[in-house]
């Protein structure tokens, strides 16, 4: 299992969760061994996890980590794993998938789904927060979009809680901006309920809503 800090990227790995082999093959070139690809793809994972709560230092853990073929000399490589933040206990699920560059021996920007697997569960949708989550967004549009008129119709609401005080929220509906039309939208929020903070809060216009996207899915 792969170690990783943000602040000091550093990796052991555990003799009893030793690294699976890949798939194929790797090519025969500088960047072909297995450590130098499970560390390259490793340290992006964890830089563009910081990146998601503006550069707050994270610790992750990797399981297993495969590879293949993919286009141009590349790898095509996809994993699990867990993050927290660095000095807390509770550790949050996630999935990845990230292309290889087997020449350079350099990963590219990583695909990112937060709250997968681990202690990740479904769970009702509090009112209150959905509600914050509506006011937030509202003065997110009105400030980047220079739009004064602007309301939230959210069809479909999901809510993950996980590492016990953390809630991710999906949501899709359409976004009104009175004269100026409407677009649907689609928002992908992380909310700390012990101190009212929204950790994370993204929001896309060209996903159709009805599409159903993994929670926090970061591109």
Known sequence: ML???????????EPDAPASAPTRP?????????????????????GALA??????????????????A???GRRSVSGEGQMRFTGEAAWI?????????VLLGQAGTPELVLGAGGDARPVPNDTTIVRRLDDQLVDTLRRELGSASVRLQLDRIESVETGQNYLLIDAW???????D??????IAAFYDRRNGEWLHLDYDMTTPPQVALPPVAGR
């Open 51 to 68: 990146a998601q709560f503006g550069g707050r230092p994270v610790e992750a853990r990797f399981g297993a980590i495969s590879d293949e």
């Open 3 to 13: 170690l990783l800090s943000h602040c000091a990227i550093a990796v052991a790995v």
């Open 26 to 46: 790797l090519q025969a070139t500088r960047g072909n061994d297995r450590p130098t690809l499970e560390k390259a793809v490793a340290g992006v994972v964890v």
């Open 93 to 101: 699920g996630f999935r990845f998938r990230a292309q290889y560059d």
């Open 70 to 72: 993919g286009e141009d």
């Open 181 to 186: 039309g409407s677009s649907p939208i689609r």
């Open 173 to 179: 509906g359409l976004a009104d901006f009175g004269i």
